[in-house]
C-alpha cells in the first residue's frame, strides 16, 4: 500500500524559511505525481504545489508561487516542499499526497480527488 510520512514543519517568523519532507516507505512512488495540500484553521484543506512523476512538471497554487519549490529525490523515495518569505497566511497543517497518474497535462489543476494516498500532516506556523 505505502505510507507517506512527512516532517520538517515547526515555528517560523514572517520572512523565514522551512523545508518540508514527505518520506515514502512500503513501496515506491517514482511513478506517481506528488503534491503539497495544506488546511488553516476553520478553513478547507487547499492545493499548495504539485510534481510529476519525473520532475519535469511543477504546478503550483498561485498564493505562494516565487515563494515555494517542489522537488523530489528518486533515491530516497522523498519529496520536499522549500518554503521561503513565509507569511503568516501560510499557517496550517502541510499534508503530502501521492497521484497514480503521472501526468495530467501542462494544464492540470491538482485537486484533492485526484490524490490516493495521503501522509498525517505536519504543523506550520508563521508568526507576525
Known amino acids: 500500500q505505502g505510507q507517506l510520512v512527512e516532517s520538517g514543519g515547526g515555528l517560523v517568523q514572517a520572512g523565514g524559511s522551512l523545508r518540508l519532507s514527505c518520506a515514502a516507505s512500503g513501496r515506491s512512488f517514482s511513478n506517481y505525481a506528488m503534491g503539497w495540500f495544506r488546511q488553516a484553521p476553520g478553513k478547507e484543506r487547499e492545493f499548495v504545489a504539485a510534481?510529476?512523476?519525473?520532475?519535469?512538471?511543477?504546478y503550483y497554487a498561485d498564493s505562494v508561487k516565487g515563494r515555494f519549490t517542489i522537488s523530489r529525490d528518486y533515491v530516497k523515495n522523498t519529496e520536499y516542499l522549500q518554503m521561503n518569505s513565509l507569511k503568516p497566511e501560510d499557517t496550517g497543517v502541510y499534508y503530502c499526497a501521492a497521484d497514480r497518474i503521472r501526468w495530467r497535462g501542462s494544464r492540470w489543476q491538482p485537486a484533492i480527488v485526484d490524490f490516493d494516498s495521503w501522509g498525517q500532516g505536519t504543523q506550520v506556523t508563521v508568526t507576525a
Open positions: 510534481i510529476n512523476w519525473n520532475g519535469g512538471s511543477t
